[in-house]
Nanobody
Framework: QVQLVESGGGLVQAGGSLRLSCAAS????????MGWFRQAPGKEREFVAR????????DYTDSVKGRFTISRDDAKNTVYLQMNSLKAEDTAVYYC????????????????WGPGTQVTVSS
C-alpha cells in the first residue's frame, strides 16, 4: 500500500511556472507507475501525464505536450510535474496517482490517489 500527498500548487499568472510534487510513503515506490490527473470545476477528472516504473517511458495529454514534464526520484519517493507556460485552462485540482500494474491514461488504471493540490492560473 502507498499513501500520496501532493504539494506545490498555488496561484500563478498566465505564462508562469509551477512545479508540483507528490511524496509517497512506503519502501516500494520504484515498483509503481505514477500519473498526474486534473479536475477543473464542473468537469471530469482527466489524464495529464504518466511515467513508467523504470523511467523508460512517459506520456502526456496533447494539451500539455511541450509545456509539462513529468519526472520521478525513486530515492526520494517523489514524482514531479514541472508546468511551464501555464494557461488559464490549466486551472484545476491536480492529483497524483500510483499503480503497481502500470497505470496508463485511464482513471481506473490507478489504485492509489492523493488528495490533490489546487492550481489556479490567472489570465
Amino acid at each position: 500500500q502507498v499513501q500520496l500527498v501532493e504539494s506545490g500548487g498555488g496561484l500563478v499568472q498566465a505564462g508562469g511556472s509551477l512545479r508540483l510534487s507528490c511524496a509517497a510513503s512506503g519502501r516500494t515506490f520504484s515498483s509503481y507507475a505514477m500519473g498526474w490527473f486534473r479536475q477543473a470545476p464542473g468537469k471530469e477528472r482527466e489524464f495529464v501525464a504518466r511515467i513508467s516504473r523504470s523511467i523508460d517511458s512517459s506520456d502526456y495529454t496533447d494539451s500539455v505536450k511541450g509545456r509539462f514534464t513529468i519526472s520521478r526520484d525513486d530515492a526520494k519517493n517523489t514524482v514531479y510535474l514541472q508546468m511551464n507556460s501555464l494557461k488559464a485552462e490549466d486551472t484545476a485540482v491536480y492529483y497524483c496517482a500510483a499503480d503497481v500494474h502500470g497505470g496508463g491514461r485511464q482513471l481506473y488504471g490507478y489504485e492509489y490517489w492523493g488528495p490533490g493540490t489546487q492550481v489556479t492560473v490567472s489570465s
